[in-house]
């Protein structure tokens, strides 16, 4: 390989919350003497970032003035080249495209337009712990609509529910996840088309984000929700960011693609309220060295290195953990264990379970935060050897011990 996915990088005292967090109320305890942490909770990766990040950030390093500005040129045309390229969104423009702090920032900037505090919003469950916490911190109601394991142990959305809960409680706002986190679901064109099909006969806006878009596994093809329908591209304010794909997330800096031009004036206006919704002139460099070629190369090369670790993270769970399910990501670098038959057996908690493996360095996340039951979500965006160590303990720890 062209690029280091293999090296073990000490993130201590390097502003990692996933190393130097631990033992706040956020996690359970710290490890036991003589483990070291191996971080599976936060969405963040152990892998450096492709070196054009790096080297985009010096260059503007270089020139010591750091005044008000406003995103260039380039930066637009790094967006529309990635996302044709990558996407097939041939018809985008600079101006469909604009700046967010955040997705969920941009989330919140789209609901404010769609819907008024105390209206119902539409979301598929498991969901991402972000959209819940920060829909009921800014006053909306939550309505789920499960999702479900078919035959095939493959995530599936359940349209009908979808359509009875919308009906039900009058919802005219939707958040869909593509790919879904903390699933690792991949939609398929005519699952989108589908969805879609229920909002459009129910006047549902929907807010997509897709941040986890250029990880894709195993062949899978990220479909744009816009792009299944002209109507899907009039009512969905799309949501992406380089952070996700090239572990950025601490320099902040996402953005939206919406179509429609009325609905693009009153997103922008409401994300301009606050006057916290301005662009960092190095999250703009880190974007633009991130959406080059070598960004590119260092994408493929990633994906490889994940669907290897989930690979055999999924075999060891079915080979060696009896209990313990799963159905094998297509997407992100998540993976979401089902734990509830095995807690039965043993006649255990979940909350007795996640501090075996956190006091051996195990760092996993409870999954009832993203609206599982009986669940564990494990982030495998780590150089192998770290991964098979997590396994060997899990196993000999916790697991089977």
Same mark, same amino acid.
């Given at each position: ?166 009906? =039900? ?60 329908? =002209? ?36 997103? =922008? ?133």
């Amino acid at each position: 390989m062209k690029y280091d996915f293999k090296s073990v990088i000490d993130r201590h005292c390097h502003d990692a919350l996933c190393v130097d967090c631990l033992g706040e109320d956020w996690t359970p305890c710290t490890p036991d003497e003589g483990f070291d942490v191996i971080p599976m909770w936060i969405a963040d990766m152990c892998f450096k970032t492709v070196p054009t990040v790096t080297e985009a950030i010096i260059r503007r390093l270089e020139h010591p003035i750091f005044g008000y500005f406003r995103p260039s040129e380039e930066y637009f045309d790094a967006i529309i080249k990635w996302q044709k390229e990558r996407n097939g969104a041939v018809d985008i423009k600079a101006e469909h495209i604009g700046y967010e702090n955040g997705v969920l920032g941009g989330m919140l900037s789209a609901m404010g337009v769609f819907c008024s505090r105390g209206d119902s919003v539409l979301v598929h469950s498991p969901t991402y712990m972000g959209f819940t916490k920060s829909l009921k911190n800014n006053g909306y109601n939550i309505v789920s609509s499960p999702l479900y394991l078919d035959e095939n142990n493959i995530w599936r959305m359940d349209f009908d529910d979808m359509e009875k809960r919308i009906v =039900e409680n009058r919802i005219h706002a939707a958040i869909f996840c593509s790919p879904h986190n903390p699933t690792g679901r991949v939609w398929e064109r005519w699952e989108i088309e589908g969805a879609m099909e229920i909002f459009k006969k129910h006047d549902v806006k929907v807010v997509s984000d897709e941040i986890w878009s250029d990880i894709v596994l195993y062949g899978n093809k990220h479909i744009p929700t816009q792009l299944v329908s =002209e109507d899907a591209k009039m009512r969905t304010v799309a949501l992406y960011a380089p952070s996700k794909t090239f572990n950025l997330a601490g320099l902040v800096g996402a953005y939206h693609v919406i179509y429609n031009d009325s609905l693009r004036r009153r997103v =922008e206006k409401k994300s301009s309220l606050s006057h916290y919704n301005e662009v960092n002139v190095l999250s703009m460099h880190a974007l633009i060295g991130a959406y080059r070629e070598e960004g590119e190369e260092w994408v493929s090369e990633l994906r490889r290195v994940l669907g290897e670790n989930i690979d055999y993270a999924c075999k060891y769970i079915n080979d060696n953990f009896k209990g313990v399910r799963t159905s094998r990501p297509q997407g992100t670098y998540m993976v979401f264990m089902d734990v509830d038959e095995w807690l039965r057996e043993h006649n255990m908690t979940l909350d007795e379970l996640l501090p075996l493996g956190w006091r051996v360095g195990v760092a996993w996340q409870d999954g009832r935060q993203h609206g599982g039951t009986n669940h564990i979500r494990l982030n495998l965006a780590l150089p192998g050897c770290c991964v098979r160590e997590a396994f060997d303990r899990m196993d000999k720890y916790v697991f089977n011990k």
